[in-house]
Each structure stands twice: as C-alpha cells, then as structure tokens.
C-alpha cells in the first residue's frame, strides 16, 4: 500500500544544529489532556506533567551548549524557547558547516528526540499502554528580539489563555 508522504515543515537546508532561539511546540497524541490541568488559571502537574518537567530541565544537562530559556507545560501541549550556544570545540568564528566540525553539535531534532523518547520510557514505567507525544513537533527559529519577546509572553500567558484554545 502506497501511503501520502508526511510533508515537512522543516526549513530545506537551514542547519537546525546553528546557534541561535528555537521556539518548539509538541502536542500530546490526539491532543490528550496527559499533564495536569488548569486550576485558577494555573498549570497543576500531574504525574505525567511532572515527567516532561523533569526531562525538560534536564536538557542543558545532556547537551552542554544547550540552553532552556523558557517553557509551559499545558494539558495536552508544551511550549519551550530552547538556545543552542557555542561548541567549544569550534572556534566562534567558524563558518563550516556542522558535518564539517571536529564535534558537531546537537540539532534540534536530535534534542527532541532523545526528550521525546526519554519522557515515553518513564511513562511507560507508570502505564506501558500510554501514547504520549504526536509523531512531530512545530519549530520556528527566532529571528530578532521583538519576536523573542512576544514568543516568551505568549508562553507565560498561556494557561490564562487555556479556556480559549480551540483544541482544549
């Protein structure tokens, strides 16, 4: 059986491993309401909620030019700016490409990946039957600072924004 092809949203030939501010989102499958709920306006973790949470500030543990600026755990989604800084085994002015550095750096895929499938493993230890995540994510690359900071307050508002969003 011949199945449609999953389109890309990724940029054709950007280099997702580049310094710079990455705003993901990633949805739980079907868009369940996994993590917690919205109290008073107010994220509550759940035990699942509180899983992301910890693989999420985990993050800079794992990957040592990685940075996690900002994020919210929702019920059935998580918003992040995450930075990917220097390689320090790449002089800062280096133009070569990743494949071409003597350590690459972690993408961005790589990165979600490995969150992705670490959160689903600590799931599964609660429930073997739980499907957490959606098959891809949304990414968007930051650009100048005037997005940067409508990006960071959109994911500090969103929970006051819970009872409006079209999916909850």
Not at 63 to 90: A, Q, R
Not at 113 to 130: D, M, P, Q, V, Y
């Amino acid at each position: 059986m011949d199945l449609p092809q999953r389109k890309s949203i990724r940029l054709i030939s950007y280099d997702y491993s580049s310094i710079g501010y990455y705003f993901i989102t990633i949805c739980t499958h079907n868009r369940q309401h996994l993590f917690g709920s919205i109290i008073c306006d107010e994220m509550v973790l759940n035990k699942y909620g509180k899983i992301v949470q910890q693989d999420l500030s985990k993050i800079p543990e794992r990957f040592y030019n990685v940075e996690l600026d900002k994020y919210i755990i929702m019920p059935n989604h998580i918003h992040f700016i995450i930075v990917i800084g220097p390689n320090p085994y790449t002089p800062l002015n280096s133009d070569r490409p990743a494949t071409e550095r003597s350590r690459p750096f972690p993408t961005i895929p790589k990165i979600l990946g490995l969150f992705k499938s670490g959160t689903t493993r600590k799931a599964h230890e609660l429930n073997s039957k739980i499907i957490i995540w959606q098959k891809s994510y949304y990414d968007h690359i930051i650009r100048n600072e005037q997005e940067y900071q409508e990006i960071w307050k959109y994911i500090d508002t969103n929970p006051l924004l819970w009872h409006d969003d079209c999916y909850y």
